[in-house]
């Protein structure tokens, strides 16, 4: 059984950074999608950004430049850069696998953007 752990959530200040990594433990196969959604109360679970297992990548237009998504194939493990953080980006972030056999979720870690 497939499951995903993230870490690397907290509170920074605006313009500040921080990094969100993800841990996923069970068998899968590639081709597959590793991302990063984001929600906040009210509203539907965006994408923010997505990486193949080919290493092709996809950005919400409203993080592109500062946020940046890494993964090792390897060690099952993706991973969101995220630099310049603005209040808007407060959400819980859920990191996201992809594959043939179904779409799983991480529980979610909260990013707080706050002076």
């Known amino acids: 059984q497939v499951q995903l752990v993230e870490s690397g959530g907290g509170l920074v200040e605006p313009g500040g950074s921080l990094r969100l990594s993800c841990a996923a433990s069970?068998?899968?196969?590639?081709?597959?999608?590793m991302g990063w959604y984001r929600q906040t109360p009210g509203n539907q679970r965006e994408l923010v950004a997505r990486m193949t297992s080919g290493g092709s990548t996809n950005y919400v237009d409203s993080v592109r430049g500062r946020f940046t998504i890494s993964r090792d194939n390897a060690k099952k493990t993706v991973a969101l850069q995220m630099n310049s953080l603005k209040p808007e980006d407060t959400a819980v972030y859920y990191c996201?696998?992809?594959?043939?056999?179904?779409?799983?979720w991480g529980q979610g870690t909260q990013v707080t953007v706050s002076s």
């Open positions: 996201s696998l992809l594959t043939s056999d179904g779409n799983y």
């Open positions: 069970g068998s899968f196969f590639s081709p597959n999608v």
